[in-house]
């Protein structure tokens, strides 16, 4: 049994992984609450609530329960919030001494690009292997606050990025807009709810789709456009076309989202499409990769809500892909960390 740790931003996490029947339980303490009135994430705040979340999280998890059972653990060794990562890290060490236990580091963008494949383990443990292999080659989709990258698990279950922002992410734009639109924080699920209402049509936002030849995505423009459409408007304005501008500000990134993975399908073949991270909850996008999905005959698997955002379970589960062979390429696993 392994036990992971993840806190490479706000997100207390431990989780413990089972390889003959899956996740055996998750745990996560979220600080939203506390970052909301500064309208996102404080770096040392974040840190400071790692320190003092952390035993706590551990004594009130079923972890301890399982202390025998459990043969190594891993933690997210980055990308992230320095800070926040280094606590994880030296909370990770302490338990590898004390329980005698080897420590593997785990790339958080590696845990986004399996956690869509938790669920199929889940459902047949014993024959993921030949599942796995296949859905591949497989080309995933990582939208999240922080990142925005396409990228491809070969036959040879090597993971190469195909294409990459190259400013915002497409998380970031969203929680940015909203921030302007003077919505709560985060943003992106409240833009989402109002969206719902309004007219994607309304309002002409730039899509940035970059040309066939060019691999990569761009959401600053997105934004800048937003705040010159509304320093135009009074709050009453404002307010009477706020569904409308959600709704064509959302769809803005969701078609870009859309197109360059549209480009990608275009020109290599693939036997399935992924879909993770904390923006893969919205379910316009979520839809919007359902639909090509199936235009070009493939299974569309999209991480479960639960391990969309920063959780422990990818984190295991993306260790588990390394022990059993398929970590290779451009998210790496580090095989051990140093404990001494």
């Known amino acids: 049994m392994l036990l992971a740790i993840e806190s490479s931003c706000d997100e207390s996490a431990l989780a413990l992984f ?7 339980g998750e745990w996560v303490h979220s600080q939203i609450d506390l970052h909301k009135e500064y309208g996102g994430v404080v770096p040392d705040l974040a840190t400071r609530e790692h320190l ?15 202390k025998e059972a459990i043969t190594a653990i891993a933690v997210t060794n980055g990308p992230g919030l320095a800070g926040c990562l280094a606590l994880g890290i030296a909370f990770a060490k302490s338990l590898s001494l004390a329980w005698e236990l080897p420590l593997c580091g785990v790339n958080h963008l590696r845990g986004h690009a399996y956690s869509p494949f938790i669920a199929l383990h889940e459902n047949n443990p014993s024959d993921f292997d030949e599942a796995f292999d296949g859905l591949l080659p497989h080309l995933g989709l990582i939208v999240s606050g ?11 279950a090597q993971l190469n990025v195909l294409a990459e922002t190259v400013d915002d992410a497409a998380g970031e734009a969203l929680d940015k807009g909203a921030k302007l639109l003077g919505l709560p924080y985060p943003g992106g699920p409240h833009v989402e709810k109002i969206a719902a209402s309004g007219d994607p049509k309304a309002f002409d936002f730039p899509k940035a789709i970059a040309p066939r030849n060019e691999r990569r995505f ?19 304005e404002l307010e009477a076309a706020l569904p409308d501008i959600c709704a064509s500000y959302q769809s803005a990134v969701i078609d870009q989202l859309f197109g360059k993975t549209k480009h990608i399908l275009e020109v290599d073949r693939y036997k399935s499409l992924g879909l993770s991270g904390g923006v893969s909850n919205n379910k316009a996008l979520r839809a919007a990769m359902e639909r090509l999905a199936k235009h070009y005959r493939m299974p569309c698997l999209i991480a479960q809500p639960k391990h969309t955002g920063d959780n422990a379970a990818m984190i295991a589960f993306a ?19 140093r404990v001494d």
Do not use: C, W
């Open 319 to 337: 260790a588990f892909a390394d022990s059993s062979g398929t970590a290779q390429g451009d998210f790496s696993i580090q095989p051990a960390l």
């Open 18 to 24: 089972d390889p003959q029947t899956g996740i055996v």
């Open 52 to 66: 003092k979340n952390f035993f706590p999280l551990l004594e009130a998890s079923k972890v301890l329960e399982h």
């Open 218 to 236: 761009s959401f600053s423009g997105l934004k800048t456009s937003l705040r010159y459409r509304i320093e135009k408007m009074d709050d009453a």
């Open 146 to 156: 922080g990142n925005t990258i396409l990228f491809e698990i070969t036959k040879a």
